[in-house]
Every structure is written in C-alpha cells, then in structure tokens.
C-alpha cells in the first residue's frame, strides 16, 4: 500500500531517464559527496560494461564549480577499469561537478558527480525587497476583491466509479481565469484538500485519480489562463508562439510580470479548495516539482492557510544568479554573455524570486533534490532551503539530475500522511 501511495505524489513529476548500455560512473571519493571548505575533492571514474569496469579506456573531463565555466579539463586512460580525477578545493560554500565522457563503438557517454562544499550555508544573491510583503499584500487584497465564481464542469467520461473529475475554471483580476482539472471522491465525507503545481511547459492536464482513490480533493491547476483539455496540437502551438519564453513576459514591469498572475491564480486555487463543503476546515495541502516546487514554496509563502508542502527541487530560485557568477536556477537567466539584465529586471526578479517566499514559510515541508541536477542546480535550490525558517525535511539523493527515485516520492507520501494524521 506504501508503495501505491507513493507512485500518487509521483504523478507530474520527472521519471528517472532510461539506464544507457555503457555508464560513466562518477562519484566523490567521500560517501556521502559533502566537503568543506578548503577541503581536497577528488572523484572516481570508472566505465561500465556488464557490470564490469572497463579496461584502457579513454575519458576526458571537465572540472567547475556549479553550472560554471571549466576551471580545469583533461584524459586520463583508466588502465584498471578505474581512475582519480583531482578537483582541487573551494575556498567558499558552493558545489564543485566533475564531468565525464567516453566513446564507446561510436557513442559517447557521459557521467558526474558533483560534491556539496558545505552548502548549508551557501547564501543567495538576491536580495530581500523592503516592501516585498507590502507588494504582495496589495495584490492579495486586490485578488479578495474578486469572488472566485468558479465554473465546474463535470468530464463524466473521466470519471470513475469512485472518483468524480471536472474541469474548473475560477476567475482572477481584470477579468482572467485560471483554469484546472478537480478529483474528488465520490463517497460522502471530509477530505483534506491538495492544490497540485505544474512543472514548466505548457500542456493538458488529466487530474489525479490516484490521490483523490486515497482519500483526497486534488485541484491539478494550469497556469497559462487557458483550459487544460485541449486537443495537444494548442498547447505546441502556443509554446511556439505566443506563450514561447512565457517566464520573461514583462519582466522589466513588477506590476504586471508573467508570473503575478500565476502565483495568485495559486492563492485562487486554495480559494476554491477551501470553500467546499467536502473540505475538512484543516488540512490543506501543496506540492510539486520543478516549476511546481517553486510554486509549491510560492504559495505556503503567501498564503498561511497552507498546513503542509512537498517540493520537489524548485525553479525559479536566486534566478539573477548567473548575472553574479554564480549558479541560478531555472529558467537560466542572465547565463548568456549576451543576456544582460537591466536594473529593471533585476528589480522585479526580486518580488518573484522562490527564495524571497521560502524565508516567509512557516508550514512544515519535505524538500527532494540531486546535486547532479541542470536544469534546478543544487546551488540555486540550497540558497532558497537555507533560508526555510519552518520545520523542514530535506531528503538528497547525490546523484540525482532533474527526478527522483520511487524512495523519495514515499518518502514525500509518508511526511504528508503524517501531517495530516493518519
């Protein structure tokens, strides 16, 4: 049962990518990849065939600092199946990526590991506005002036013998609306409610019948103020156009940025959720992953009605970081020499920034993230955790990229099972 539960909080999130024929295997000599400063760090290469190390063969790495550029490079033969690559030390709290390639009968492969250099205490580069909670409480006010008239239609071929499924829109400011696929047991009864946050991109959405089976009322909310239950061809279409690089829509506007719309259309959905008669009056629920795990931190932020999240290595974290050299989180901004930001953009950045509302929760959550990840790096993701002053469970698996094993996500079942009493 444990593990039918778990593989419900997996829904929307990153599956682990398909294991290749050959595997560059790289780890910290240290067990568990943590330094600290002024440490030596050295990692372990080895080429897998058959479970087996290869012999003779040819690897070339690279050595930086969290999604930098290399500091060092070089091959090295591994005569023994087996080599050590020296990293050197960091002098600061940060990451330090060992990255590694071989080709193999005309493929090539790669691996890493990336050690944590006492990343507890990594601080983010973004700073604090000093009327930040008084901005977001005029658009909290401006939000309650607007009464949520949701439109709920029933999906009647959704539905399961257990489990109705509709689409609900609910409205927003000047008129919008968010929109959103709502699971809810049919049998009579109160249920805790969990309001689900999507990873990036634009796309359908089909509800989440397992966790609604379990006992819950799940609102699986879009972001982009169009319905989610449009042929696929929509959503390619306006990933394309008019929705392509949605996260720097007005972005040098602080007033009127992409993504004030969506963090109320959050605060919109828990609206909605807490205003059923189905609704327990107590346990209110947020999680997701990527874009969903900055969300998910977004809205306990925001809102206090939030009781518990789960948060799955949040986007949108210490996002000006690259400008600093240093590792921001998704989407990347500013990484490009060429992408230069003005003071104006930066200035708005700070209002929208994850780790300026990860300072202001106080619900307790469950925090899952890799070192080895890309797109959400380890370092971005620590300096909006760090900043968490609620009680917080961070679970790290080293060698995680952008997913999680099964473990993690039963993990994650188990701490929300358990913050809702059962």
Known sequence: MAMLLSLALAVTLNAQPPQRYIRVQVAAENPD????????????VSVIKNNSPLENVEIRYEISEDMMPARSSGTLTL????????????????FLRCRVWTTYDGNEYEGMATAGVDSQDIQPT?????????????AKAQLAEVPVAPIV??????CTATVDVYQVSLLLPYNARVYGILTKPKAEGKYPVMLQVPGAGIRPYYGDLNTAEQGF?????GIHGIPVNLPTHVYADLSRGALSNYMRIKIEDKDNYYFKRVYLGCIRGIDYLTSLPEFDGENVIVRG??????????TAGLDDRITALAANYPALSDMAGHHYDRAGGWPHMFRDDNDNPSSAMLETLAYYDVVNFARRVRAPGIYVFGYNDMTCPPTSVCAALNMIPAPKEIVVAEELGHWQYPEQNAKSWEFLMKAIGR
């Open 126 to 138: 973004v700073q604090d506005p000093a009327d930040f909670e008084e901005f977001w409480d005029r």
């Open 33 to 44: 990849w943590h330094y600290s400063q002024g440490e030596k760090i050295k990692f372990d």
């Open 153 to 158: 239609t029933l999906l009647p071929d959704q």
């Open 79 to 94: 005569r023994n199946g087996t080599g050590t690559i020296d990293g050197g030390t960091m002098d600061k709290p940060g």
């Open 217 to 221: 009322i799940v609102l699986q909310m």
């Open 289 to 298: 992953g990527s874009q969903g795990g900055a969300l998910s931190i977004v």
